[in-house]
């Protein structure tokens, strides 16, 4: 049997970035919300800053960090793996990477059958 694989992963500069994060701030994690302005970037906050809700899904995490996503989200991207990469540019308002001269982007590419198989199995 296939193992099922991460609904959720990181780029090396993400990582580095998210280590860089965990230093100065500890821990953190991440919620894709899918609102819009800010909301439509995945935000980075301090464990603590951010409640997590009965309607968010936990993806994993990356980086040492948890990655949630709300439930109405989550049905829209259920299908896609969510990879995290950073771009030069100015970070979410209530972001922690806001500040950086970098901000976090989400990028996806669809599962293969074999995927949703394994992930469904």
């Known amino acids: 049997m296939t193992a099922p694989p991460?609904?959720?992963t990181a780029t090396p500069a993400a990582l580095d970035l998210i280590a860089s994060?965990?230093?100065?701030?500890?821990?953190?994690?991440?919620?894709?919300?899918?609102?819009?302005?800010?909301?439509s970037a995945p935000m980075c906050f301090a464990v603590g800053d951010f409640l997590v809700g009965g309607g968010d899904v936990r993806l994993?995490?990356?980086?040492?960090?948890?990655?949630?996503?709300?439930?109405?989200?989550?049905a829209v991207w259920q299908h896609t793996q969510?990879?995290?990469?950073?771009?030069?540019?100015?970070g979410g308002m209530f972001s922690?990477?806001?500040?950086?001269?970098?901000?976090?982007?989400?990028?996806?590419?669809v599962f293969?059958?074999?995927?949703?198989?394994?992930?469904n199995g």
């Open 112 to 119: 293969s059958e074999a995927e949703r198989a394994a992930l």
């Open 60 to 74: 994993g995490e990356i980086g040492g960090a948890d990655f949630y996503i709300s439930a109405p989200q989550y």
């Open 21 to 39: 994060l965990r230093r100065e701030h500890g821990a953190i994690l991440f919620h894709q919300s899918g609102g819009c302005c800010d909301g």
């Open 96 to 109: 922690l990477e806001n500040g950086s001269g970098l901000r976090f982007l989400l990028r996806s590419r």
């Open 82 to 90: 969510l990879v995290i990469d950073v771009v030069p540019g100015r």
């Open 6 to 8: 991460r609904r959720v």
